[in-house]
């Protein structure tokens, strides 16, 4: 199916339905979508985790090659579906060398242990045995078969990135949208002490010889990329939270820094605005009429002016939140005022106005 998405060419939704795993769930777009048009063909039970099993054969048919997003309105590697069915699913895609697919979760660990599995491998190879008899021999990881994290934030990246780093694929990638906080990849100091992902694999950390994971990573340096594509993407929508226009800027330059293809793929609902459009010298103050004033005001606020700001941050559930902080007078006042360190103005746009203009640049690389 067509889609909207601005990193792909088609979708390929052959699970729909989820459950929420981390903040970046909290507003999910599919969600909303699903709720919408429950009980139709495309959703007929709503957003619960539902198979699609006519739909699995679809690639098959499609001639022209695309991009194609494997699962926009789920997420493949839920605990809701069988391994049988996501080995269907690798058998396709093995057997439609015309597409580049791009599957994104939010649960690297079983995806980890799955991918990595000859029996799951063995699985794929009798579906594409079934699909295609005498088909042959096939590489893996598949070469045209695209894996991602969705990283929200750097906890979830810590957690999410080591995950997808140990999975075996042609190429790797991360979405980090909605982004709702700063992220480092430059991480080699980095590490986390959590128990491993699936709760299954046998593990001793050498360093604390205990059964905890204890897995330092380094994502992209400049002889090990390990990373080979980065999407950036600020929230849409009416509950939208805030991108801070400095965390797009840092990916940015840890890309560049790293020759990693950079993606920028929205600003979403809310994006950067000037603080203050000045109507007069401050100085001097107003010296025209009443109504010169009112037109001035208007032009000032047309030109994108704000009274917003983001960048202050509370703790919840052990989660950093960001919100917007609203001053208490219009921003083409005459007074002197700054924001405070770290913060950012931001405006209200909406999606389509905000754009994806990162500094007046539009960043759309891909993976060679």
Known sequence: MATKIEWTDETWNVVTGCTKVSPGCDNCYAETIAHRFAGSKAFPNGFDVTLHEARISQPLRWKRSARVFVNSMSDLFHADVPDDFIARVFAVMSLSPQHTFQVLTKRPGRMRSLLSNREFLALVDDHREQLRPDCGDFAWPLPNVWLGVSVENQKWADIRIPALLETPAAVRFLSCEPLLGPIDLFAGDHSTHERDFDGNDDY????????????????????????????????????????HPDWARSLRDQCATAGVPFFMKQWGEWGPAPFIVRICDPNVGWQGTEEELAAAK???????????????????????????????????????????????????WGKKRAGRELDGRVHDAFPA
């Open 298 to 348: 208007a032009d000032s606020e047309a030109r994108g002016a704000t009274h917003v700001h983001t960048g202050n941050w509370y703790v919840e559930d052990g989660e950093r939140r960001y919100h917007l902080h609203e001053i208490g007078h219009k921003p083409w006042s005459l007074e002197r005022v700054g924001l405070p360190d770290g913060t950012a103005a931001i405006r209200r």
């Open 204 to 243: 001793i950390c050498l360093d604390c010889s205990t059964d905890e994971r204890h897995v330092p990573w380094r994502v992209i340096d400049r002889s090990n990329l390990g990373i080979d594509w980065v999407i950036v993407g600020g929230e849409s929508g009416p509950k939208s939270r805030a991108m």
